[in-house]
C-alpha cells in the first residue's frame, strides 16, 4: 500500500500503535535493490508493521549533484517491498515534506560529517540527518534500519540518535554485494559495461586491506597505499579517497588497534562509487 501524506500515515500508524504493534522504519530513496530488501526483510522480522519510507530527499544533494536523474520507479518499488514484508510504502512528494522550504535543519557537526564524503559533500549529511530526524518524528518507529554500505552516514545518525535521547534502536545491515563482491547500489545503473567491469576494483582492494590487516600490518598509511595501489590497477578508477578511521567516531588514527573502517570513494566516468569495510582484531 502506498500512503503519501504524513496525516494518513499518521493515522494508519495511530491505530496499529494502539493494537500494541511495534513499528520498524526502513527508509530509503527508492529504486529498491537486494540490499534494501534485506533490511526491510530484517525489520519484518523484528517489527509487527514495516514502513518503507521512498523519497529522493533535496537537501542532501548539492546543486551540481544527480538528484534530478537519480533513478525513480514507484511501481516496482512497491511490488518488491511488498514481496519483503512491507506493509505501507510512504511516497511523499517534496512539498509533503518541506511545505515551508527548508529553514530547519538537524546537524551533527564536528570531524563525523567532515571526512570522508562529507570532505566532498559539505552539505549531504545535513540533508540527510534531517529528512531522518522527520521520518523519525513521522513514524515515531522502535526500530529503524540502514545498511553498512553508507557506513558514514550510519555512524552519523548514530550520533544524532544518542546526541538527541530519542528512543529509537538503529539497527545497522550488512552490505550486500553482486556475485563479483560489488556493493548494491541504485547508482551502479549508471555505470557503462566497461565501468561496471572494473568496478569489483574496489572490493577487491578493501580485502586485500583486510587481509594484510590480519597477518599483522597495522600501520594506517600502509594500509592506505596497498589499497590504493590495488584501485589504481583499474585504468576507469578515478579515486576520490581511500581513509581507515576509528569506527564509528570516525576519530582519526595513526595504527588499527579496535573497531576501524577502511572506506573509499572512487569515481568511474560521471559514477562515484563508495565502498567499505571494518578493520577488527
Ligand atoms: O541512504 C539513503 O538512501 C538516504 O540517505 C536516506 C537514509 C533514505 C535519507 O534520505
Given amino acids: 500500500m502506498i500512503i503519501t501524506t504524513i496525516k494518513e500515515l499518521r493515522d494508519y500508524l495511530d491505530t496499529h500503535r494502539q493494537a500494541g504493534k511495534t513499528i520498524g522504519l526502513v527508509p530509503t530513496m527508492g529504486f529498491l535493490h537486494e540490499g534494501h530488501l534485506s533490511l526491510i526483510r530484517r525489520a519484518k522480522a523484528g517489527n509487527d508493521i514495516v514502513v518503507v519510507s521512498d523519497f529522493v530527499n533535496p537537501t542532501q544533494f548539492a546543486p551540481n549533484e544527480d538528484f534530478e536523474s537519480y533513478p525513480r520507479n514507484i511501481e516496482r518499488d512497491e511490488r518488491l517491498a511488498t514481496g519483503a514484508g512491507a506493509h505501507a510504502i510512504f511516497y511523499p512528494s517534496a512539498e509533503e515534506m518541506y511545505p ?55 555512524a552519523v545518525l548514530m550520533k544524532m540518535v544518542t546526541d538527541l535521547h530519542m528512543d529509537i534502536d538503529l539497527v545497522v545491515c550488512p552490505i550486500v554485494r553482486e556475485k563479483d563482491g560489488l556493493a548494491m547500489s541504485s547508482r551502479n545503473t549508471y555505470l557503462s559495461a566497461a565501468e561496471r567491469a572494473q568496478a569489483p576494483i574496489l572490493n577487491r582492494a578493501l580485502r586485500e586491506g583486510k587481509a594484510a590487516f590480519e597477518k599483522g600490518e597495522n600501520s594506517v598509511e600502509e594500509l592506505i597505499q596497498l589499497i590504493t595501489g590495488k584501485i589504481n590497477e583499474a ?8 581513509s581507515i578511521y576509528a569506527f ?4 582519526t588514527i ?3 588497534e579496535e573497531k576501524a573502517l577502511a572506506a573509499v570513494a572512487v569515481r568511474f566516468g560521471k559514477t562515484r562509487l563508495i565502498d567499505n569495510i571494518i578493520l577488527e582484531k
Fill in 100 to 154: 515551508h522550504g527548508s529553514s530547519t535543519f538537524v546537524e551533527v557537526t564536528g570531524d563525523i560529517t567532515r571526512v570522508l564524503c562529507g570532505a566532498s559533500r559539505p552539505t549531504h549529511f545535513k540533508g540527510v540527518t534531517t529528512v531522518v530526524a522527520m521520518l523519525f518524528n513521522i513514524v515515531q518507529p522502535q526500530k529503524a534500519y540502514f545498511g553498512q554500505k553508507d557506513a558514514q552516514q550510519a
Fill in 235 to 242: 585504468p576507469l578508477a578515478d579515486i576520490d579517497y581511500v
Fill in 254 to 256: 595513526e595504527t588499527v
Fill in 248 to 251: 564509528p567516531s570516525l576519530e
